[in-house]
């Protein structure tokens, strides 16, 4: 027997004598964790979204997959359980949370539970029967019979045995799972941004990248929408629509995704689609992508992408604002922000660099553009990003002359990308789907 299994077989001894000794059913108690209630009249449906539910207590509607992972199949107050991310949330709902947690509304505690059914009491007996005699005392046990602090003396014996063991065992088991924490890479939660990276790390080489224009994680699944379509993917992906859309079981990708390699540098998150995270990539834009509508709500969803870009992209990847930086996020190291076009064109992957074909291209490469620019210097930038093969994008708040996608966006946080075929789940009054808008 290996030492590992002997230190199995001392621990469930002591879990047997736990077992025995220990009071279970109603006596057992929930650990304090932060948990938030759903507001409103219990049972009824709530206008609440999981992002929204992440923007209210957590300040950042992209940490919803985080609230799911926690209450997933979870039995709530009124019998109910959350199985779905799309599905209503009902008011009385208890959600409990990550750390980090920074509303008002938050409470630490055990949680409340669903209500037990407690069935029917026992009737009172008639009150025309004779009273009866108070039944006899039980006689008292033997002496010694009755065990120490009203345990079973073989639960005294094992509980002993599992004192000493314990003290020996545990330090010994919490140095084996630390080491073998260490050697292992972390697993990204489902339903995250991380777990998606690791699956576009899967399939990029550096001959050759899916053109993938946008991605959904969900809980179990990962999908990929491309254009031109590609009918044979590599598994473990499938095609559905003749392969405009590669979809996979987020366990395999997590599996056999690999901890370095590609990606696509100009992924942004947009929002939900059916309740799954949805990105885009801005590369894919044949030319400039504008964000339009309600200027203070466009200001703010250019500063999300440049901060989220900043996170994620490769170190090699150059970031410029040409004019005032979008608030209100800090601009973060790694974005350079200049006056005007020719500082950005004279960087390394500006305009110097030279695409397959000798032609003048934008390479890794994010521009954002917040203040006006001659028509000439409009139509050179859009040449150049339509011939960065998807390694580099150029965004402008407001509009351009040439623009090929137009994302536009309301105070209320509700973003419209139709261009790319995409309906997002619109924002509730209390849930918006692009962090920190203001209303």
């Avoid at 996979?248 to 990606?263: E, F, I, K, N, R």
């Amino acid at each position: 027997m290996s030492l590992t299994r002997a230190y199995a077989g001392l621990v469930l001894a002591v879990v047997t004598a736990f077992l025995l000794a220990t009071p279970t059913g109603a006596d057992a108690v929930e650990p304090s964790v932060p948990y938030w209630v759903v507001p409103g009249q219990p049972g009824a449906e709530s206008e609440l979204t999981l992002p929204g539910v992440a923007d209210r207590v957590l300040g950042d509607s992209r940490r919803w997959p985080e609230i799911f992972e926690l209450n997933q199949g979870r039995t709530q107050p009124d019998g109910g359980t959350l199985t779905d991310p799309a599905q209503p949330i009902r008011a009385g709902w208890v959600f409990v949370l990550p750390e980090g947690a920074t509303s008002g509304e938050i409470r630490v505690g055990p949680p409340p539970s669903a209500t037990p059914d407690l069935g029917q009491q026992p009737e009172a007996p008639p009150v025309d029967q004779p009273e009866q005699a108070p039944a006899a005392a039980p006689p008292a046990p033997p002496v010694g019979g009755g065990g120490t602090f009203g345990l079973r003396p073989v639960a005294v014996t094992l509980l002993g045995i599992g004192a000493v063991a314990l003290a020996v065992v545990v330090p010994v088991l919490i140095r084996l799972v630390r080491r073998r924490r260490a050697a292992e890479p972390p697993r990204p939660a489902p339903g995250s941004r991380q777990a998606l990276d690791r699956a576009l790390r899967q399939i990029a080489t550096p001959a050759s990248q899916p053109p993938v224009y946008a991605a959904m994680v969900g809980a179990d699944r990962v999908s990929l929408r491309l254009a031109p379509a590609l009918p044979d993917p590599p598994p473990p992906w499938r095609a559905r629509q003749q392969g405009a859309i590669w979809e996979a079981p987020s366990w395999d990708l997590d599996q056999q995704a690999t901890a370095d390699g590609g990606g696509l540098p100009m992924l942004v998150t947009v929002g939900t689609v059916g309740g799954e995270l949805t990105v885009v990539n801005l590369g894919r834009a044949p030319g400039i992508v504008a964000l339009t509508g309600e200027p203070t709500a466009a200001y703010r969803l250019a500063g999300a992408f440049l901060d989220e870009i900043s996170r994620y992209a490769a170190t090699s990847v150059a970031i410029s604002v040409v004019g005032p930086p979008p608030p209100p996020w800090p601009v973060p190291e790694r974005v350079r922000v200049v006056v005007d076009l020719r500082s950005v064109l004279t960087l390394p992957g500006g305009d110097d660099a030279e695409d397959a074909h000798g032609s003048s291209a934008l390479r890794d490469h994010l521009v954002v553009v917040t203040a006006p620019l001659p028509p000439e210097e409009w139509e050179r930038l859009g040449a150049l990003a339509a011939a960065s093969d998807g390694t580099a994008a150029v965004v402008v708040v407001g509009d351009a002359p040439n623009t090929v996608w137009r994302f536009d966006i309301d105070a209320n946080g509700a973003l419209d990308v139709g261009v790319l075929g995409l309906h997002l789940d619109r924002p509730t009054p209390r849930g918006r789907l692009i962090p920190a808008l203001g209303r």
